[in-house]
């Protein structure tokens, strides 16, 4: 089926989507973007995703291409045209065109930003057999830039993770700094050991996931013990459960490090109710 995507405006036929080769993005990854998931054809944690969006712009100087509520009614007039129920929206804004290649920011008054917006159909999203399995990560060194915490579309160097993982044959790779996890290439990382949850502290070095903010308030209102700190693959290889999360993957166990089985092998009962306490809470909260 080809999809209706939405570009400057426009709702239009993916085929026919359009933007130019001076798009800032494409010549200086000088975009940023989100990721929200779709559940039962409602948006999952909208008003978090919008909110980092303008944090993003902000540290950028990059003006904001709508309101929120403007992105509110593109987001789910997609759903809608595209039928999603489970699946994700994927939505890009960048500097826009200028007439040239040049280093320099343009005027934002002379060039606006260039905004796009694609749905990603993924039934079964929720119910993903890789829960229940779990899955085998690696770890790499982290040498991505220093300004993770906003999210830019300059991907090459998780894209060169992934790939690495899967010549590992395993699913992903946990980037280490200084002898310590940072994150996912496209996740946040966590260990559990007895009633306490394990993730790094929010920093530059680090995206503040959206998910990660809900997953540790539930676990607080579990009564799990949560500690923000720095900690190792030697740690994590030690404790009883691993995971990570992210709008797309949700609350995803991890059961071997480096090649170490984490706990039992097995994905564990902690991880399993953190992902059902997400995944029914964030359907409450959908809209
Ligand atoms: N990635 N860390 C990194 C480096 C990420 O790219 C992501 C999200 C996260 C989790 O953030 P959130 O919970 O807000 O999705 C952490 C998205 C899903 C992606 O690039 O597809």
Request: glycine share 8%; charged share 30%.
């Amino acid at each position: 089926m080809t999809r209706t995507v939405y570009v400057n405006g426009e709702y239009l036929p993916e085929t026919e989507a359009k933007v130019s080769i001076f798009d800032r993005a494409f010549l200086m990854a000088d975009g940023v973007y989100e990721v929200t998931s779709v559940l039962g054809g409602k948006l999952i944690d909208f008003d978090g995703h919008a909110v980092r969006l303008e944090r993003s712009l902000r540290e950028l100087d990059m003006r904001a291409p709508c309101s929120k509520d403007e992105l509110l009614e593109i987001h789910r007039k997609l759903v809608e045209l595209n039928g999603i129920d489970e699946g994700m929206i994927y939505l890009q804004v960048t500097r826009g065109a200028a007439a040239d290649r040049d280093f320099v920011f343009p005027d934002p008054d002379e060039v606006s930003p260039t905004l796009v917006l694609f749905t990603q159909n993924k039934p079964g999203l929720a119910d993903s057999p890789a829960a229940k399995k779990g899955i085998k990560v690696i770890s790499i060194e982290d040498v991505r830039w220093g300004r993770r915490d906003i999210k830019t579309v300059q991907l090459l160097y998780p894209s060169m993770g992934k790939m690495m993982a899967k010549k590992a044959g395993v699913d992903d790779a946990w980037m280490v700094e200084d002898g310590f996890v940072t994150e996912g290439t496209s996740n946040n990382a966590y260990f559990i050991k007895g009633n306490k949850i394990v993730t790094r502290a929010l920093s530059n070095d680090i995206l503040h996931g959206i998910t990660r903010a809900a997953v540790l308030r539930f676990a607080r209102e579990a009564q799990m013990e949560v500690e923000e700190r720095n900690f190792t693959i030697e740690e994590a290889q030690g404790a009883d459960e691993a995971f990570i999360t992210s709008a797309s993957t949700f609350v995803m166990p991890v059961v071997e490090i480096d090649g170490k089985a984490i706990g039992t092998g097995a994905v564990g009962p902690r991880a399993t109710r953190l992902r059902e306490i997400y995944l029914d809470e964030s359907r409450k909260a959908a809209v």
